[in-house]
């Protein structure tokens, strides 16, 4: 079964520091583009990053660039997500999300259940 | 950048069809075809119902057809049933790697 699955949510005070993991599995992770899609609570869907299927290509959206990493263990079929300088407004439920192959940006197909950041002291 | 324009909610019957139209601009709606649509039920995942402005994914009900004029793009749902009842939230390509979202739109099924 083709499945992502994140973990490493919490609560975190302002400032601070967490990382996302997501392990993903059912699929030849190394060959599929990958993002970060966020989700404030009672909210809309955010994009969040993107990283290629080599991990070269790097992008963030304005909000968090600087102070989110993106990278991908692809020996280890995993994706990840280190938060820094979290604010309150980085409160969501952050999903890792599988780009669809050989279309367009912003086709995800394949998405995790969700880990929950609170970011609140 | 600012989020694509979508109606707050749409209703429609068990059969009638609904469309849900997501409004942006030339710089991203109207200046590609990668327009995409999630549907997405109470706390689950979201889930790609359209892509490339009007391709469906395998296992996609043929119901759910999506289209573009200018910069609005638009999903219908035909022969509705009860559990298209959900919030859809269309998305575009926005140009220098720049991916913007809709605000999500709820349809009741009545």
């Known amino acids: 079964e083709v499945q992502l699955v994140e973990s490493g949510g919490g609560l975190v005070q302002p400032g601070g520091s967490l990382r996302l993991s997501c392990a993903a599995s059912g699929f030849t992770f190394s060959s599929y583009e990958m993002n970060w899609v966020r989700q404030a609570p009672g909210k809309g869907l955010e994009w969040v990053s993107y990283?290629?299927?080599?991990?070269?290509?790097?992008y963030y959206a304005d909000s968090v660039k600087g102070r989110f990493t993106i990278s991908r263990d692809n020996a280890k079929n995993s994706l990840y997500l280190q938060m820094n300088s979290l604010r309150a407004e980085d409160t969501a439920v952050y999903y890792c999300?599988?780009?669809?192959?050989?279309?367009?940006?912003?086709?995800?197909?394949?998405w995790g259940q969700g880990t929950m950041v609170t970011v609140s002291s | 950048q600012s989020a694509l324009t979508q109606p707050r909610s749409v209703s429609g019957s068990p059969g009638q069809s609904v469309t849900i139209s997501c409004t942006g601009t030339?710089?991203?709606?109207?200046?590609?075809?990668?327009v995409s649509w999630y549907q997405q039920h109470p706390g689950k995942a979201p889930k790609l119902m359209i892509y490339?402005?009007?391709k469906r994914p395998s296992g996609v009900p043929d119901r759910f057809s999506g289209s573009k004029s200018g910069n609005t793009a638009s999903l219908t749902i035909s022969g509705l049933q009860a559990e298209d009842e959900a919030d859809y939230y269309c998305c575009s390509y926005a140009g220098s790697f720049d991916v913007v979202f809709g605000g999500g739109t709820k349809l009741t099924v009545l």
């Open positions: 990283i290629s299927s080599s991990g070269s290509t790097i």
């Open positions: 490339d402005v009007s």
């Open positions: 999300a599988r780009a669809v192959a050989a279309a367009g940006v912003g086709a995800f197909d394949i």
């Open positions: 030339s710089s991203d709606v109207g200046g590609y075809n990668y």
